[in-house]
């Protein structure tokens, strides 16, 4: 898997997942259990993964959808 994302934006992962199930690639967001833990204070960013092979592809729409700024390296 490959993150692609990392945020606390529950909105922007929202979206994300939106785009990725509309172009049929699947995700996978990450550590979305982890609010039990801290009490729900969104402190640990989410990450939201593809496969290596969707990778590419995925990083495209995202920035095609105005997310470049979210993408990590």
């Known amino acids: 898997m ?3 994302i990392r945020t606390n934006d ?5 979206f ?3 785009l ?3 172009a049929g690639i699947g995700c996978f967001i990450a550590d979305q259990d982890m609010s039990i833990l801290e ?3 969104g402190l640990l960013p ?3 993964l593809v ?3 969707d990778a590419d592809r995925a990083r495209r729409i995202l ?3 105005g997310l470049e700024l979210e993408l990590r390296q």
């Open 20 to 22: 990725m199930k509309d």
């Open 10 to 14: 529950a909105v922007l992962l929202s």
């Open 51 to 53: 496969a290596e092979d």
């Open 39 to 41: 009490g729900s204070l």
């Open 16 to 18: 994300a997942e939106s």
């Open 46 to 48: 989410r990450r939201f």
């Open 2 to 4: 490959k993150e692609l």
């Open 63 to 65: 920035i095609d959808a």
